[in-house]
């Protein structure tokens, strides 16, 4: 996993176009700048992404999960191992937690059981008021291994296909999410172009405190 960090302003130049997506602009509307927050992707380390979020003083982490759960053996994937495989795969300085997760549709890929052991890493590792960002399939397909996201600008996704072997896409009723999330409170939930759900989630804060 890599850590990156910088200072530019993000709203210098063109603002190309993509697929609109409120769940993005929400949550990038909460990295201000200056602020230093800590941002884990697990996607793929895009230069786009990492140059607009280093723009606005973020600190990011970038796991590239689907990629390393591809290179794991089945064993290290069982439902009993793959606790310990997580956490080595997204190794953390203790009590390192993070302002903005995002998951892009690292979950379309996972089955049942590896899907709830990284959404109890996941919560775990928001501090209080945190928001994930992630997007689900809502038909049965096959496509490349992945998709590649890459924040065009504060309200839009351009997205290319990644190279690799065809995978399977599992299918996530909201209700499904809702729960493998939880406690995680849906802010957002969206139906987007090619079938997919943005949906923007949110850690509570503690009782009697402001988020």
């Known amino acids: 996993m890599t850590l990156f960090s910088g200072l530019r302003d993000p709203s210098d130049g063109p603002r190309p176009p ?5 769940a993005l602009k929400e949550l990038l509307g909460v990295l201000r700048p200056g602020a230093r927050h800590a941002v884990l992707d697990l996607g793929p380390p895009l230069a786009a992404n990492v140059q607009y979020l280093a723009a606005l003083s973020c600190r990011v982490r970038i796991a590239d999960l689907h990629r390393s759960l591809s290179l794991e053996s089945v064993e290290s994937r069982r439902p009993e191992a793959v606790g310990a495989l997580l956490d080595r795969l997204l190794p953390l300085a203790p009590g390192e937690r993070f302002d903005a997760l995002l998951a892009w549709d690292v979950f379309d890929y996972l089955d049942r059981g590896e899907a709830a052991a990284l959404a109890k890493r996941l919560v775990a590792l928001l501090r209080p008021g945190g928001l994930l960002m992630a997007l689900f399939t809502t038909e049965r397909r096959t496509e490349a291994a992945s998709r590649r996201y890459i924040i065009a600008d504060a309200d839009h996704l ?5 190279p690799g072997a065809r995978w399977a896409r599992t299918v996530w009723p909201l209700g499904d999410i809702e729960v493998l999330l939880a406690p995680l409170e849906v802010r957002q939930s969206h139906l987007l172009a090619h079938r ?7 850690r509570p804060t503690a009782p009697g405190k402001d988020g």
Request: glycine share 6%.
């Open 158 to 162: 351009r997205h290319r296909p990644a």
């Open 18 to 22: 993509g697929l609109r997506c409120q």
């Open 196 to 202: 997919q759900r943005e949906m923007l989630l949110r």
